[in-house]
């Protein structure tokens, strides 16, 4: 039995509660995992986040040579006229002129900065182009001067990935003319003389390096959309005798005990959902990736390390055009234009064959789901796992396996970071507003201006965590205001954010109208925003006063219940609770949209018990205000130094 203790009831349909424990739901139930980020475990490519990466590799791996295992490498950037020119001309950035000529000047600026020689490294790279002022770049953007912070932080998702274009060729792969090769571009580019013309004056049999290659053909290459440039790259290629390296996990290892807690809790409910004792049967999802071959061994190998039998998941983008457009044959270079690196197919052969496979008989993919008892996402953007999911707006043959599976109870959906966030969409209640799926945006930024369209999906994500709108990397970002904003302007009444090296644990059980249960798990928190109490006074600049909001950590749980449309909270058995206040001041924070300080100031004025808080923007014009005061169905509450809180209720206020 658990024991309740009623804080107070009814507050616009809300019912409040406290509860000290909660009973684990009993099977079948839908269950959900939305990692907030940084979930991030000991392997080759990630020895920071080792205890003692050395002793692993000299016992675990004595058997591998160095070459067979993958550990990162210094890149250069590099700062050549030619270079250049791939990022520019990139489809990302030519189909925004403005932020072309910021990218263009910023990236001349660094030139001239090197003399044209590389950069050392991308982190180098990245420290130059944060250094970058605005006067150094000389383009405005809606009113707004853009400067290098500008262009790392606030571009898209693959004008960013673009950049790569700029990390200097490996020489592995090499390019010759040969009269065969001359035929098939002529049937390729049959009306491109000035292409084939410019082929033409390569000397035959003889082998060019990828930058040479390109500078000898000149305008001719440049011209093209970097789908052709792709099929040229493909056409003139040499395939090396080529094995890749292999990223290595070592999950025991890793540093953060509570990243491997919460993906053997995936595992874990895998395992509920197979209604078995074995190993569970978990599909690895990376299709968040720009590159999904990528990153695909580091999540294989964590969940084989955690219980489980793992299949790569060969689903993205690439994929879902192919099969949808008929055009496997061109599925490789597909690929190649979306992860914005040619040749992937030779770098990752193994992983290239499986999504070749998969593409020419798509039937094996709908097998995989209907074997699996888990399908977990990676991170990186939301929207390339829609785009991957999702076909002209409705569900995919993968997606309605996926959904059909899910909703029986049989398959547990998972994903950190970009795999949580996509998560989102449909309706809390049926006459309640999509949940829409965040894609973007500054907390500055939507406060001042609003939410734009291009930096959300009104239409939600997957739709398969109905309850708000989500977001993660959360508190570490002070997307607070963000998810305020957002869910507040598209008319849905909660937000959920979820911190970094945590994740919301939802299981809803298949009974109608059941209560559907979320709790807390990994190393910091859950925010939740009910606009249900709110009220607005302006839209832009955003002014809005008396939104609810609460904070859960590990053991705390939210509870939904859709029959009377209300909820309960509950704090960790071991917590320390407190109501009303003992000091009567306030504290501040004057740079309150920045990293973690809202989850500070708020931690702080729990703990300390102070009547309320303060936090200011440090922009200006306008400048934000955010009041956050108690009221009488506040609760503190502190377990391991960090509190929780429920009913702190928050104002923004323009000044």
């Not at 090769?181 to 033409?200: E, I, M």
């Not at 239409?459 to 508190?475: E, I, K, R």
């Not at 600049?541 to 209300?566: K, R």
């Amino acid at each position: 039995m658990k024991t309740r203790f009623n804080l107070s009831t009814l507050t616009a349909g809300i019912a409040l509660t406290l509860s000290l424990g909660c009973q684990a739901e009993s099977a079948p139930a839908k269950q959900l995992f939305l990692g907030g980020g940084h979930l991030v475990v000991c392997s080759s490519m990630t020895q920071a986040e080792c205890a003692d990466w050395d002793s692993y590799r000299q016992s675990a791996l004595a058997n591998l040579t160095d070459a067979e295992i993958r550990t990162p490498t210094e890149e250069p950037v590099a700062t050549s006229d030619a270079y250049i020119q791939r990022v520019i001309n990139a489809a990302p950035w030519a189909a925004d002129p403005q932020m072309q000529q910021a990218i263009s000047n910023a990236l001349h600026a660094l030139q001239q900065q090197y003399d044209s020689q590389p950069i050392p490294s991308w982190d180098d790279f990245k420290a130059a182009m944060l250094a970058l002022t605005a006067s150094d770049i000389n383009v405005t953007v809606n009113g707004t001067p853009i400067d290098g912070e500008y262009l790392w932080y606030d571009a898209s998702s693959d004008q960013w990935d673009a950049l790569s274009y700029l990390k200097k060729d490996d020489g592995l792969i090499t390019y010759t003319r040969t009269a065969s090769r001359d035929n098939a571009a002529t049937d390729t580019f049959a009306g491109n003389t000035g292409l084939l013309d410019a082929l033409a004056t390569l000397p035959e049999n003889t082998s060019f390096t990828y930058i040479d290659f390109i500078t000898a053909i000149g305008s001719a290459y440049n011209d093209l959309s970097i789908e052709d440039q792709f099929r040229v790259l493909r056409l003139y290629r040499n395939v090396p005798q080529y094995t890749r390296p292999v990223e290595y996990v070592a999950l025991n290892d890793s540093l953060s005990s509570d990243s491997v807690t919460a993906y053997n809790t995936f595992v874990e409910m895998a395992k509920a959902a197979s209604g078995e004792h074995g190993q569970p049967h978990i599909l690895v999802m990376t299709s968040s990736s720009n590159n999904n071959y990528d990153v695909a061994d580091y999540y294989v190998q964590l969940f084989e390390q955690a219980g489980a039998t793992v299949t790569w998941f060969p689903v993205d983008r690439a994929y879902r055009q192919s099969v949808d457009q008929n055009q496997c044959d061109d599925l490789q270079l597909t690929h190649d234009v979306l992860a914005g690196k040619p040749h992937q197919d030779i770098y990752f052969a193994d992983y290239a064959s499986q999504a070749q496979a998969a593409c020419d008989n798509p039937e094996t993919v709908l097998s995989m789901i209907q074997s699996a008892d888990g399908l977990f996402i990676n991170g990186g953007s939301q929207l390339r796992t829609l785009e991957s999911l999702i076909s002209n707006g409705t569900d995919s043959p993968e997606m309605a396996a996926i959904r059909s599976r899910f909703e029986q109870g049989a398959l547990v959906i998972g994903g950190t970071s970009a795999g949580a966030a996509v998560q989102g969409g449909g309706r809390l209640t049926p006459n309640d507003a999509i949940n829409p799926m965040i894609d973007g945006g500054t907390a500055y930024d939507v406060l001042a201006s609003g939410y734009p369209a291009h930096l959300m999906n009104a239409a939600g994500g997957l739709g398969v965590f109905n309850w708000g709108v989500t977001d993660t990397h959360f508190s570490e970002r002070a997307r607070q205001t963000r998810l305020i904003k957002l869910a507040h302007q598209q008319g849905v009444r909660f937000g959920f954010g979820v911190d970094e090296t945590t994740a919301l644990i939802v299981s809803q059980p298949l009974t109608p109208d059941a209560p559907v249960s979320m709790s807390v798990v990994g190393q910091n928190g859950v925010y939740i925003a009910d606009n249900a109490t709110a009220s607005l006074v302006q839209e832009t600049p955003f002014w809005i006063s008396d939104i609810t909001t609460h904070y859960l950590n590990a053991g705390d749980t939210f509870i939904w219940y859709p029959a009377t449309e209300t909820y309960s909270l509950s704090f960790n058995p071991g917590a320390a609770l407190y109501t009303g206040y003992k000091k009567n001041r306030t504290i501040t924070d004057n740079d309150i949209l920045y990293q973690d300080h809202y989850r500070a100031l708020l931690d702080d004025m729990i703990q300390t018990q102070v009547k309320s808080a303060v936090g200011y923007s440090y922009e200006y014009n306008p400048e934000f205000i955010l009041d956050f005061e108690r009221s009488s169905n506040t609760v503190g509450a502190v377990y391991n130094g960090k509190a929780s809180y429920q009913s702190v209720m928050t104002s923004i206020t323009p000044q």
